[in-house]
Nanobody
Framework: VQLVESGGGAVQTGGSLRLSCVASSRTLSSYIMAWFRQTPGQERERVASISWSTGGSIYYADSVKGRFTISRDYAKNTMYLQMSSLKAEDTAVYYC????????????WGQGTLVTVSS
């Protein structure tokens, strides 16, 4: 499975961005898909995740609840992360990732897209 992110960029505090992640495979029905982010010197943090088959089982990190929305378009094989009310601390490289349900580790990763939030 190849994952390709897009949509990162520079935005001012309080602004919005939508990240996209296109998956090369159409055999994602048993997958959990997620967005992670990482800043230099910090561990990679899971921001949100979703069950690909149902669009449910949604998880958000406390730091983004109420501001970020994860979704997926089954027909387009694409996952999204709508980010609103962005803060400087949201600045990071954002990665999409996938794992098979029942497997603990995310084994498929995109190359990452940089989001920079400034005042």
């Amino acid at each position: 499975v190849q994952l390709v992110e897009s949509g990162g960029g520079a935005v001012q505090t309080g602004g919005s961005l939508r990240l996209s992640c296109v998956a090369s495979s159409r055999t994602l029905s048993s997958y959990i898909m997620a967005w992670f982010r990482q800043t230099p010197g910090q561990e990679r943090e899971r921001v949100a995740s979703i069950s690909w088959s149902t669009g449910g089982s949604i998880y958000y990190a406390d730091s983004v609840k109420g501001r970020f929305t994860i979704s997926r378009d089954y027909a387009k094989n694409t996952m999204y992360l709508q980010m609103s009310s962005l803060k400087a601390e949201d600045t990071a490289v954002y990665y999409c990732a996938g794992r098979v349900q029942g497997v603990l580790q995310y084994e498929y990763w995109g190359q990452g897209t940089l989001v920079t939030v400034s005042s």
